[in-house]
């Protein structure tokens, strides 16, 4: 079965940046729709970013000038650029992809925002 693999995660200082990536370990069809989420530590998981087939991206308000979501459909990858980090950024991010079949969802990779 396809899996999603996420990479990027590290820690970094506030105000830094970091890239992150989600690739698909197989070919999936008819995706409709790519999304990141994130869940902080004692929190629900929460909605970051998602992109549309047609390229139109929605951002939760608390990253809106921050983060940038894109992908590359060719590679079945999307990324999630993250700059101007704050503490409270920290969290597991996961990313999700949506067919009409069904949605695929990756394990995640850790974000701490610590000096």
């Known amino acids: 079965q396809v899996q999603l693999v996420e990479s990027g995660g590290g820690l970094v200082q506030p105000g830094g940046s970091l890239r992150l990536s989600c690739a698909a370990s197989?070919?999936?069809?008819?995706?409709?729709?790519m999304d990141w989420y994130r869940q902080a530590p004692g929190k629900q998981r929460e909605f970051v970013a998602s992109?549309?087939?047609?390229?139109?991206?929605n951002y939760v308000d608390a990253v809106k000038g921050r983060f940038t979501i894109s992908r590359d459909t060719a590679r079945s990858t999307v990324y999630l650029q993250m700059n101007s980090l704050k503490p409270e950024d920290t969290a597991l991010y996961s990313c999700?992809?949506?067919?009409?079949?069904?949605?695929?969802w990756g394990k995640g990779t850790l974000v701490t925002v610590s000096s």
């Open positions: 999700k992809f949506v067919t009409y079949a069904m949605d695929y």
């Open positions: 197989g070919i999936i069809f008819g995706i409709n729709r």
């Open positions: 992109i549309f087939s047609g390229g139109i991206t």
